[in-house]
């Protein structure tokens, strides 16, 4: 998916932000959690991201419309959406 905004869908398991190789275990245990996760919604995909030190993997939703995305990372209580089209990180106010 290279278009829209991709929401978390919640209950993102997260690790701290070490070197890669001391995490890759435990990254690939996160990863294959959220991908089991994703691959059940239709339309599904992960998204991973830093914030305050840790790695967070998270199924996400991708929606097309903004405003659309911003009222549901907001009603799930999510920090921020991603906006595929510019590559950028939208924080939810």
Do not use: C
Not at 23 to 52: N, S, Y
Request: proline share 2%; hydrophobic share 45%.
């Amino acid at each position: 998916m290279t278009t829209g905004f991709a929401v978390g869908m919640g209950g993102a398991d997260s690790l701290p932000q070490w070197h890669a190789e001391q995490i890759t275990e435990a990254f690939v245990g996160a990863v294959d959690a959220a991908t089991a996760t994703a691959q059940k919604m239709a339309g599904g995909a992960l998204g991973a991201w830093v914030h305050r030190g840790r790695v967070y993997v998270e199924p996400v939703e991708v929606l097309q419309d903004r405003e659309r995305a911003m009222d549901v990372a907001r009603l799930r209580g999510e920090i921020a959406i991603f906006d595929l089209n510019t590559g950028t990180e939208i924080q939810v106010q």
